[in-house]
């Protein structure tokens, strides 16, 4: 792939790496490739952060047709840029993109465009403790019209966006609502699919669950209610009597980066790990009896997200006395380190530019 790069002459100066928070400061440049059926993938390029025009036409608007990615890069020694996993990212968007009627995008274009803008802004990525660079790679349909049907043209745009550590105080844990009316993907639906629809439809139980004080919504099954799917953006891990269980991915869950490492890591290191169902009573009867030790979420942004308070219709569940429990300090020191590169990689998980 050959990348056409115009860096800016108007160049931003660099905000507080110490006070960035999450998703609202851009780097100086984005990376654009244009997709034209017939044509394939084409005109890869680095150009400055800017808006971009489009017809008020443009099938994005109207139908949805989008897709999206999320993954970090993070300082490393002698002003090297650290990638966790990117051809995870590039797998994923291809699974999405198939779901979405979105060309396939070839993989190795995927991680050369990474790091190719990575690259070009490697100054944006902030050295303080905990944070990194965001970088979120997307896909929108760009023909201008108003029929229900894929696209021919496409533009593939990454941007980067440095974000501070995610918990300021060391890990924190959460509130989490337990949604029993709204729900969030079905079987057959696109919950296995990274794209802006699931998260359009998850908008208004999260507003009610932040309405109560509870920072994140956790979702039941589409059909029954009855079995444990994913948290907002993150997956979901209990431990339970010593045993790590976490949904298995039916089809309505996002396969998580971070949920497939937590396996690897808890499995190498002996723990049993079970990937089933686990019902919502199940989790209240472990609750009642003792059993449940620990409940965390996994993802990109925050890595681990300990959860201290569970909250079930009328029930609320003090998991673990509201602390972190210890796998999951050891899951968030292991991961973050890995990242970091000041624990070494047994995995092959790292990349480094
Ligand atoms: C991105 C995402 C996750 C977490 O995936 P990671 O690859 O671990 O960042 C989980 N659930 C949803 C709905 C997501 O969009």
Same mark, same amino acid.
């Given at each position: ?8 002459? =108007? ?10 928070? +999450? ?168 919950? +296995? ?43 979901? +891990? ?7 269980? =976490? ?57 681990? !997200? ?11 569940? =003090? ?8 796998? !999951? ?12 590169? =000041? ?11």
């Amino acid at each position: 792939m050959n990348i056409r790069i115009e860096k800016t002459t =108007t160049p931003k100066a660099k905000p507080d790496f110490k006070n960035l928070g +999450f998703g609202k400061i851009f780097t100086d440049h984005m990376f654009v490739m244009d997709y034209t059926e017939g044509k394939g993938w084409h005109d890869a390029r680095i150009v400055p952060f800017a808006n971009i025009e489009l017809s008020p036409a443009c099938m994005v608007f109207h139908y949805g047709q989008e897709m999206f990615e999320g993954l970090k890069a993070y300082r490393g020694e002698n002003g090297s840029a650290r990638l966790f996993r990117p051809d995870m990212n590039a797998k994923r968007t291809n699974a999405t993109n198939e779901r979405l009627c979105i060309p396939n995008l070839p993989e190795e274009y995927f991680v050369e465009a990474v790091k190719a803008i990575v690259d070009v802004d490697r100054d944006w990525i902030p050295n303080e403790p905990g944070t990194s660079l965001y970088i979120r790679p997307f896909i929108i349909a760009t023909d201008d019209f108003l029929g229900v049907a894929p696209s021919k043209t496409y533009k593939f745009i990454i941007i980067l966006s440095p974000s501070g550590a995610y918990y300021a105080s060391g890990l924190a844990p959460v509130g989490i609502w337990i949604e029993d009316d709204y729900v969030r993907a079905v079987k057959g639906g696109m919950g +296995f699919a990274k794209t802006g629809g699931n998260y359009a439809a998850s908008l208004i139980a999260q507003v009610k669950a932040h309405d109560d004080g509870y920072s994140q919504v956790l979702w039941l099954d589409g059909v029954e209610r009855k079995y444990i799917e994913e948290v907002g953006a993150m997956n979901i +891990f209990f431990k339970i009597n010593g045993v790590i269980v =976490t949904p298995e991915l039916s089809g309505s869950i996002l396969p998580g980066i971070t949920r497939n490492s937590v396996i690897q890591l808890c499995k190498s290191w002996g723990m049993p790990v079970e990937e089933r169902k686990i019902s919502v009573e199940e989790l209240i009867e472990a609750q009642k009896s003792g059993a449940l030790e620990e409940v965390f979420g996994t993802g990109t942004a925050a890595v681990i !997200s300990p959860v201290g308070k569970l909250r079930y219709k009328d029930d609320v569940m =003090t998991i673990n006395s509201g602390d972190i429990g210890p796998v !999951s300090q050891k899951l968030y020191d292991t991961i973050t380190g890995l990242q970091n590169g =000041t624990i070494e990689d047994t995995f092959g998980w790292t990349l480094t530019i």
